[in-house]
């Protein structure tokens, strides 16, 4: 628990004590002093005075609006000890040994364009800015002013090689499969980060933003983008299985991620309705079950019985990916409930359709039965422990409490386990406790040892994108002001 662990715990230091020194710090802080790429760095050019008109329609988070958050509360303590950890370990440790020289053009080398070169450094910014911004960063190791130059270089850098932004084929990444939530990520960071961004930096963060964004909006109701490829469903309306032991659940979740976001960053775009509208298709069909497909339900204003083409989720709240019955990608509802943090940052209600089927699959967490090797029956959750059963086995490795500890404690500031016990805020606190205890193993952050814990190449950067936006959700919903965390 927090209150055993007092030394895990950083001091509060303010925002502007955090940011306030980093435009006096040049290139030898960004890498640190040892690094050979300290001296080789080129002065920084100019940047044009000219704010491009779609950064200029940006409304910034009012932070001063929202008030504070000290975290004292035991669930705030026990994110914010995971989020400080790992993003005092990702732009410390592992920043220093992955990016060692600078680009002649002023950008750190990503050296690639694929998930590895681009999502583990946007997961890397989103723990950095939201412990940077919020207060929590803990600089025993690098100074928040150094942290802010090495965050600023992430962003900067994977927004202008973003296709939207970036002519040359070798370095550009963008428009597919998974790059929606990618850039995501990296608008997210940009835009908690926005006072820290100049001019061109801003464009380049908009102009990422809404191409992605855009590129969804070519969808319909069977398929992702466009009237071909990706599918929006496991199975289609008549039973037929078009992608067997593959849910499209989290695949439509991470995907609305970038059009909320696009809407709330940009309110007064254009296309901001339609980045509105297909966010609520894609969230609804990520948790779409067989019962929908002849509800009298319409959420958001979309009739389900009669715009489903499919569904992603069994009737008992399970569902199937990596050609088994999955309980971290039936935690991966992650991405629709941060949706609230998001909408709430604005001062806005998120939609209903975040919520859809929440309490069906958080029942089969801790509920619903599964055969054991005793014979006899169990739970996913196992009671009063912070172990998980995996019914069919988990190919991912051996340690996740911390993807489960974030689901519940999202499940429970929502309030989408009335009538499930324990309570969310119970498994959260049995799930937490043991992330601590891994971390306890460490002494600079991290949180997993030998690869068969987790067997993903971005799992710290995982850990840390789940913490900064768990901590978002707490943060709006437990200010000192009022509860911002709402769905209309």
Request: aromatic content about 10%.
């Amino acid at each position: 628990m927090t209150a055993d662990l007092p030394s895990h715990r950083p001091p509060r230091l303010s925002r502007r004590g955090l940011l306030g020194a980093s435009a006096a710090l040049g290139a030898a802080a960004a890498f640190g002093p040892s690094s050979p790429a300290a001296a080789a760095h080129p002065a920084r050019a100019a940047r044009p005075p000219r704010t491009p008109r779609a950064a200029a329609e940006v409304v910034p988070v009012d932070w001063a609006g929202l008030g504070d958050y000290a975290a004292t509360d035991p669930a705030g303590g026990r994110t914010v000890t995971v989020l400080a950890g790992s993003a005092r370990y990702l732009i410390g440790p592992w920043y220093a040994g992955t990016y060692r020289t600078y680009l002649p053009d002023g950008y750190i080398d990503l050296r690639g364009t694929d998930e590895r070169a681009i999502r583990l450094p946007a997961m890397a910014a989103v723990a950095a800015t939201t412990a940077l911004t919020t207060g929590v960063y803990d600089p025993r190791d690098l100074s928040a002013a150094n942290a802010t130059i090495r965050t600023r270089n992430l962003i900067r850098t994977l927004a202008a090689r973003h296709l939207a932004n970036n002519e040359d084929e070798k370095t550009r990444w963008g428009g597919g499969w998974q790059t929606a939530l990618w850039a995501y990520y990296t608008a997210l960071a940009g835009w908690l980060f926005w006072d820290e961004l100049d001019a061109t930096e801003r464009g380049h963060v908009v102009a990422m933003t809404v191409w992605e964004a855009d590129r969804l909006t070519t969808g319909n109701d069977l398929y992702l983008v466009g009237t071909s490829g990706h599918q929006l469903y496991e199975r289609r309306r008549d039973g037929t299985v078009v992608t067997p032991g593959d849910s499209k659940a989290e695949e439509n979740s991470w995907s609305a991620a970038v059009l909320s976001l696009a809407e709330v960053m940009l309110p007064d775009h254009p296309h901001a309705a339609a980045w509105q509208r297909r966010n609520i298709e894609l969230l609804v069909s990520a948790a779409a079950c067989p019962a929908d497909l002849t509800s009298n339900e319409t959420v958001n204003g979309i009739e389900l019985s009669r715009w489903l083409r499919g569904t992603n989720i069994a009737d008992d709240g399970t569902l199937d990916n990596h050609d088994r019955l999955h309980p971290l990608y039936m935690v991966s509802f992650d991405q629709s409930l941060y949706q609230g943090f998001v909408y709430g940052l604005a001062d806005r209600g998120a939609p209903l359709a975040a919520l859809h089927h929440i309490p069906r699959v958080y029942s089969a967490l801790v509920d619903l039965p599964f055969p054991a090797e005793d014979g006899s029956t169990t739970t996913i959750y196992q009671p009063g422990s912070g172990e998980i059963h995996y019914p069919e086995g988990n190919d991912w490795g051996t340690h996740f409490p911390f993807y489960f500890g974030n689901f519940d404690l999202l499940v429970s500031l929502t309030g989408q386990d009335t009538g499930i016990a324990p309570p969310a805020a119970e498994w959260e606190r049995l799930h937490n406790e043991e992330q601590l205890r891994l971390m306890d193993r460490f002494t600079d952050g991290r949180t997993y040892g030998e690869s068969g814990e987790n067997t993903y190449y971005g799992r710290e950067h995982r850990i840390g994108a789940m913490a900064g936006q768990a901590f978002l959700t707490l943060y709006v919903a437990r200010n000192d002001r009022e509860n911002r965390l709402r769905f209309v």
